[in-house]
């Protein structure tokens, strides 16, 4: 705890890192303190039989060590790591942090964690800029802050264990576990009767209404493949009831099964309206968001989830 | 869902695949060239291992080449285990005809080979690679050659890039080696600073030390066996003169003196070390005169595992216990070590070589340099009594012994007929054939069957005069043999047989006369063997002459040299300066590779053209287009297009040449194109972005 206080002083989160001698530690690996008792070994070995050539080679090994700290220490040191603000996905799910690293010239054996999560291991880092993933994963939904990020290599022969814990104060955001609802369970819900019309109409062509220059964003589905393929460019399909359709998603609708289990199903539908391109509102009870699409509407909606109260 | 997710649970599946649970694994080209490198540490001791030893690690290194060909085949626990098992049986049973130091070193080279069968963790691996080195190190133990020296120093790079190998599995092994070649390098002036200053610490403990077989001179010698010992061309010792060096047929080497005599075999009589430690010959060595000019000289002996070494007579005792080895000096004008010599020993002498051999001669020592057996060599014996009294002046009768060596029909010759019955008489009056036991063995027993006292000594004759370094080379062949009589008032007298019959032999050394006989047949890669040839032979004498300074400053450094050197570089001895010095020299290390490294990560800009495509991201960025971390160039070109369509072609070759230079794999060739390619859409597309301005500029007066 003192230690983690410390580190706060010594490295403040920011955005953006660079690996300097002052945010880097070099210890010796369990390797290294073999190594060195080896060497004391050797040059016992020398001493005891007055041989100079196995004295010299004992002496050779000690440089070595100091030679490779010193080689560990630039294979970490002038690298810039910058990452995002946040990232987002789903519980027991790998979350993947973009990671921004650039190093001025060729580096190996990086290896990246946040505390207690999976690592990733980088075995060679080029000159120039690179983005890595570095995974989360939570178990429930939620806001979280995955802490400081370890980074390490053993470098050059396993001597030393170069690392730092550097925090770039980002967030997580977990939304829930997304569980398909069975049909059964949709038709019990309630929330599908009542827009039984969509349900319908949706796949209807009779209700196609206009074609409109694709938005980046909309889903692939509904681009008009035949006008692209003619030549006409990216255009989307817009179907005449999703306009004033009102569908809502509400936690109320959902089985009967603890809050929990309930989110869990509304991300799925959350999802699965998203991706056919319809038009809905989310009803959690106090929280409400109004019906409409696209990426933002998505996310939000998503949030909302993540965040409603346990 | 969305193309974003999926992108990204892509990589998550990778991730996942590169460190799921630890396994260790060695890239299948590391795990070759470990073999490789397993193979070359052993190899260093094949002369060191007995047969069954090197038939087994043989097994285990097929049977790890074999998991290396083919990865499916694992080998069951249990036949480690059984082969473990039956190794150390083996060893055991044969400890006690090994001795201690070669037990442990074949259970070391076992050890070696069988952890390469089960490579199953990372302590495994770190276990094999320090294994690898202890047996560099103990190769050490039996040779400290300038040759071996810098076989294990290189073998040491290939054992360390093994090890770097495994953390950068991405490099070409070629590059590795470079790498670990130039971090050795890096370490060596470190290393070389403690190997002067660090101080010098006497042995904790007993070990045990090689027992090889011993070479050069034997202890004893019977005239009738044939010389094998004058066809070696193997280094006996160096010697560097402080002052000048003396005539050639001035260096005898006294080794040891055999007075024993048995009818066959001459041998050092028994008593030899006893008598040493007696006050009564302390006495007399002390108090031996020493007269005429003192000749210095350093001897750098070869490992002979025997306890006599090389010195001109008379010795002076006072120089003896300055040196490193604990040195003895022998009534019999010899001197030898405390210990047998296992490796290479320097130690310096001085030598009158012009006082006397003349300390009072014991009864007991009379009688015995007298004794014959009773009944041997007849006929000898009876010449002698005919030659005392024609001659009864002892030194005239010599002489006349050696007049009968020259005038008769006697020949030198390095491999005489074997000799049977009384051999001394059948060589004298029947082979004639003989090199210098024979001629000495001859004289000493007639001198000794006319009533002088005499005995043979053995030793060396001679040496090769280096003229770069200055030192003289005595190797195997100079091997030699002659006579001492005890004359009165003058003392023990040399005489060398060998001279009346082959004079080339003492004032020139064997060599010539071997090349006749064509002797060193037994190694054709033998530099000796090629003397005639001059360059061969300068080049032989150089590299003689740059094992002679690295046996002399690196093998002769002891803790007597590196006081008085740092005494004299500093002044009076102080722990504080060489802690000083030690720290000087880690700094200046350290310094030197921090702006190395330094240098490397600041002089070396971004290539040209991912430097360019960062400046156009940039000017986009200022018109709100930035490119996400994770976004592909391609979508990101395709973004850039929907928004400002005027761009597009330009702009998608740039990407397109951009693309192909950050991921594929080109040719110099293509490079070059591709590259002033990119450059020229460079140009375009940051002027239509600059017309982009102007437009935006107008249209917002607009």
């Given at each position: 705890m003192r230690f983690n206080r410390w580190l706060k002083r010594r490295i403040p989160p920011a955005s953006m890192h660079k690996l300097t001698n002052r945010n880097i530690f070099i210890m010796p690996s369990r390797f290294g303190f073999v190594y060195l008792i080896f060497v004391i070994l050797l040059f016992l070995l020398a001493t005891n039989y007055q041989n100079n050539i196995i004295m010299l080679l004992s002496y050779l090994m000690a440089s070595v060590f100091i030679t490779t700290m010193m080689h560990s220490f630039f294979n970490v040191s002038a690298i810039e790591l910058s990452a995002d603000k946040t990232a987002a996905g789903y519980a027991k799910k790998n979350i993947c942090f973009p990671i921004k690293i650039s190093s001025p010239n060729k580096r190996l054996d990086l290896h990246f964690r946040f505390d207690d999560q999976e690592a990733f291991h980088l075995p060679e880092c080029d000159q120039g800029e690179q983005t890595i993933y570095v995974s989360c994963r939570y178990e429930e939904r939620g806001i979280y802050y995955p802490g400081r990020l370890k980074v390490w290599s053993e470098y050059s022969l396993g001597l030393f264990i170069t690392w730092t814990r550097i925090d770039f104060g980002n967030q997580c955001n977990v939304y829930p576990e997304a569980i398909p609802l069975n049909i059964s369970q949709r038709d019990f819900s309630g929330a599908i009767k009542e827009n039984a019309s969509v349900e319908n109409n949706k796949l209807g062509i009779d209700d196609f209404f206009e074609l409109k220059t694709h938005i980046s964003g909309e889903p692939l589905s509904r681009i008009a493949w035949k006008q692209f393929a003619r030549g006409q460019g990216r255009l989307t399909k817009h179907y005449h009831e999703q306009q004033g359709a009102n569908c809502w998603l509400k936690i109320t609708d959902m089985p009967n099964q603890g809050v929990e289990k309930q989110l869990q199903y509304l991300c799925f539908l959350v999802n699965e309206y998203h991706h056919l391109g319809q038009i809905f509102g989310l009803d959690l009870g106090q929280d409400k968001i109004p019906p409409s699409q696209g990426e933002h509407h998505f996310k939000q909606c998503l949030m909302a989830l993540a965040i409603y109260p346990k | 869902m969305f193309n974003g997710v999926s992108h990204l649970s892509e990589i998550t599946l990778m991730t996942k695949k590169s460190l799921s649970p630890e396994r260790f694994s060695l890239s299948p080209q590391n795990s070759w060239v470990l073999l490789l490198c397993q193979c070359l540490n052993l190899s260093l001791l094949i002369s060191e291992l007995s047969a069954w030893m090197l038939a087994i690690i043989s097994l285990c290194l097929c049977g790890r080449a074999l998991m290396l060909i083919k990865p499916a085949l694992e080998l069951h626990r249990i036949i480690i285990l059984l082969l473990a098992c039956s190794g150390c049986l083996a060893i055991a049973a044969s400890g006690r005809e090994l001795g201690v130091l070669l037990s442990m070193l074949h259970l070391l080279c076992f050890a070696y080979s069988l952890k390469g069968l089960e490579l199953n963790s990372r302590k495994d691996f770190y276990q094999i690679i320090l294994l690898g080195i202890f047996i560099l190190a103990s190769v050490l133990i039996f040779s400290q050659s300038l040759f071996i020296s810098f076989l294990v120093i290189g073998l040491l790079v290939l054992n360390f890039t093994v090890l770097l190998a495994y953390f950068s599995p991405t490099q070409s092994i070629k590059k590795t080696m470079i790498k670990s070649a130039k971090a050795v390098m890096q370490s060596f002036p470190l290393a070389i600073v403690l190997f002067i200053v660090f101080p010098r610490l006497s042995p904790f403990w007993q070990v045990p030390s090689a027992k090889s077989a011993q070479t050069g001179l034997s202890e004893s010698v019977t005239p009738g066996d044939i010389a094998n010992l004058a066809r070696s061309s193997e280094l006996a010792f160096r010697v560097k003169f402080t002052n000048d060096i003396p005539q050639y047929n001035q260096l005898y080497w006294r080794a040891m003196v055999m007075d024993d005599f048995d009818g066959r075999t001459w041998q050092q009589s028994k008593n030899i070390r006893l008598k040493s430690t007696d006050n009564a010959t302390k006495i007399t060595l002390d108090t031996r005169k020493l007269v005429g000019p003192q000749t210095r000289y350093q001897v750098i002996a070869e490992p002979s595992y025997q306890r006599w070494l090389f010195s001109l007579a008379v010795v002076d005792p006072k120089s003896l216990p300055a040196n490193q080895v604990n040195l003895l000096a022998l009534p019999n004008y010899t001197i030898e070590s405390s210990k047998p010599i296992s490796q290479t020993t320097s130690y310096q002498v001085t030598s009158y070589t012009e006082t006397l051999l003349n300390s009072s001669l014991s009864d007991s020592e009379r009688l015995k340099n007298l004794l014959i057996p009773i009944g041997s060599n007849p006929k000898l014996q009876a010449q002698a009594k005919k030659l005392k009294l024609a001659y009864p002046d002892e030194m005239q009768r010599a002489q006349s012994i050696l007049d009968i060596i020259r005038e008769e029909n006697f020949y030198y010759t390095l491999t005489p007929p074997l000799l049977s019955g009384d051999e001394l008489d059948h060589f004298f009056y029947q082979t004639k054939k003989g090199f210098c036991v024979h001629y000495a063995s001859v004289f000493t027993f007639m001198m000794r069957s006319s009533g002088v006292p005499a005995r043979l000594v053995a030793g060396y004759l001679g040496g090769e005069y280096n003229e770069q370094s200055g030192h003289l080379s005595i190797y195997q062949y100079d091997a030699h043999a002659w006579a001492e009589i005890w004359i009165d008032n003058q003392g023990w007298v040399r005489v060398d047989p060998t001279s009346a019959v082959n004079p080339e032999r003492i004032e020139s050394g064997l060599s010539q006369s071997?090349?006749?006989?064509?002797?060193?047949?037994?190694?054709?890669?033998?530099?000796?063997?090629?003397?005639?040839?001059?360059?061969?032979?300068?080049?032989?004498?150089?590299?003689?002459?740059?094992?002679?300074?690295?046996?002399?400053?690196?093998?002769?450094?002891?803790?007597?040299?590196?006081?008085?050197?740092?005494?004299?570089?500093?002044?009076?001895?102080?722990?504080?300066?060489?802690?000083?010095?030690?720290?000087?020299?880690?700094?200046?290390?350290?310094?030197?590779?921090?702006?190395?490294?330094?240098?490397?990560?600041?002089?070396?800009?971004?290539?040209?053209?991912?430097?360019?495509?960062?400046?156009i991201i940039a000017i986009l960025k200022t018109k709100g287009l930035d490119k996400p971390m994770n976004m592909p160039a391609r979508q990101y070109s395709d973004l850039v297009i929907q928004r400002y369509p005027s761009l597009g072609v330009s702009f998608i070759a740039y990407t397109q040449c951009f693309e192909a230079l950050m991921y594929q794999t080109l040719t110099n060739e293509d490079k070059e194109q591709r590259l002033s390619e990119m450059t020229q859409y460079h140009k375009q597309v940051k002027a239509q972005l600059k017309k982009l301005k102007g437009k935006e500029h107008n249209s917002s007066i607009d």
């Open positions: - | 071997l090349q006749q006989e064509g002797l060193f047949n037994d190694d054709l890669l033998n530099l000796h063997r090629y003397k005639h040839l001059a360059w061969v032979n300068t080049l032989r004498l150089q590299l003689d002459s740059l094992d002679y300074q690295w046996a002399r400053l690196v093998l002769g450094y002891s803790s007597k040299i590196q006081y008085d050197l740092l005494t004299q570089w500093f002044g009076n001895f102080r722990a504080w300066k060489i802690g000083a010095i030690i720290g000087g020299a880690l700094a200046l290390m350290m310094l030197i590779i921090w702006l190395v490294n330094f240098k490397k990560s600041k002089n070396k800009p971004l290539s040209k053209w991912l430097s360019q495509y960062q400046q």
